[in-house]
């Protein structure tokens, strides 16, 4: 029942948010938007970048180690994502990829799946949307969470949806074969490392964009949108520094 629940789900946000035609650039509240970008940049200021510094400091091995650990995670999401995209021999490169690191990677710290061949295709289902003609849908800022669409937002209600770890973390469901039982922390700790992981890969980049904007607001939503379309088109298969190329 589940199953039909999620499926009947997805295919209810594919036909409601088809038929969105919003330009591009089109604003839901440009005012509003800007007030929750202040908040966001004040908040990075105060607590994510001074965070990401401190996590740059740890040895190099601990990093790789995080890094590749989040990595793996990523798989779970990606395998439907990719099938729901016709892209079978991606979702099965993810799913090979999750086990061997699962296996020989000692949980996922390591990423021998890389080495093999089995590349992580990242996709989510923003992407989904994307690829069956959803169109973005006007543009915001969400407190937090930072810059959107609204294809996009409904893409991280699917995304909570298709994704296996969320499923396990949030609802609470015991992983197959495993005593393990899912707990809300280890899905809003895996969220928040990532974050940071993400940020300190990408300090030097973020200060380049900024002391080269003239407006940083309109700077971050051009490269967005424009690095969500790519994405979508399959042009950017970019990992953790997929903003290094705007910022120079």
């Known amino acids: 029942m589940k199953k039909i629940k999620i499926l009947y789900l997805t295919l209810l946000l594919i036909l409601c948010f088809k038929q969105l035609s919003f330009a591009t650039e089109k604003e839901c509240s440009e005012k509003l938007s800007r007030s929750f970008f202040e908040f966001n940049q004040a908040l990075d200021k105060g607590a994510l970048l001074p965070t990401a510094k401190v996590y740059n400091k740890l040895p190099s091995g601990l990093k790789n180690a995080s890094?590749?650990?989040?990595?793996?995670?990523?798989?779970?999401?990606?395998?439907?994502?990719?099938?729901?995209?016709?892209?079978?021999?991606?979702?099965?490169?993810?799913?090979?990829?999750?086990?061997?690191?699962?296996?020989?990677?000692?949980?996922?710290?390591?990423?021998?799946?890389?080495?093999?061949?089995?590349?992580?295709?990242?996709?989510?289902?923003?992407?989904?949307?994307?690829?069956w003609g959803v169109e973005n849908g006007c543009y915001f800022v969400l407190p937090i969470l930072g810059p959107t669409t609204l294809r996009d937002t409904a893409g991280m209600v699917g995304d909570r949806l298709i994704d296996p770890f969320a499923?396990?973390?949030?609802?609470?469901?015991?992983?197959?074969?495993?005593?393990?039982?899912?707990?809300?922390?280890?899905?809003?700790?895996?969220?928040?490392?990532?974050?940071?992981?993400?940020?300190?890969?990408?300090?030097?980049?973020?200060?380049?964009?900024?002391?080269?904007?003239?407006?940083?607001?309109?700077?971050?939503?051009?490269?967005?949108?424009?690095?969500?379309?790519?994405?979508?088109?399959?042009?950017?298969?970019?990992?953790?520094?997929?903003?290094?190329?705007?910022?120079?």
Do not use: C, M
């Not at 991606?90 to 996922?108: H, K, M, P, R, S």
């Not at 393990?180 to 973020?206: C, E, H, L, S």
């Open 67 to 131: 890094g590749n650990f989040l990595n793996n995670l990523s798989r779970l999401l990606n395998i439907p994502a990719n099938l729901l995209q016709g892209n079978v021999s991606a979702a099965a490169d993810n799913l090979g990829g999750f086990a061997i690191n699962l296996t020989l990677g000692l949980g996922g710290i390591g990423d021998p799946a890389t080495e093999l061949g089995a590349v992580n295709t990242k996709e989510d289902f923003g992407q989904v949307l994307g690829f």
């Open 167 to 248: 499923r396990f973390s949030l609802d609470g469901q015991n992983v197959p074969k495993t005593s393990y039982t899912g707990d809300p922390a280890d899905y809003y700790g895996v969220k928040i490392t990532g974050a940071v992981d993400f940020r300190a890969k990408n300090i030097v980049n973020f200060d380049n964009l900024e002391k080269n904007s003239l407006d940083l607001y309109s700077s971050v939503k051009s490269l967005y949108i424009q690095d969500r379309e790519n994405k979508i088109q399959n042009q950017d298969s970019s990992n953790d520094d997929e903003w290094e190329n705007f910022a120079k």
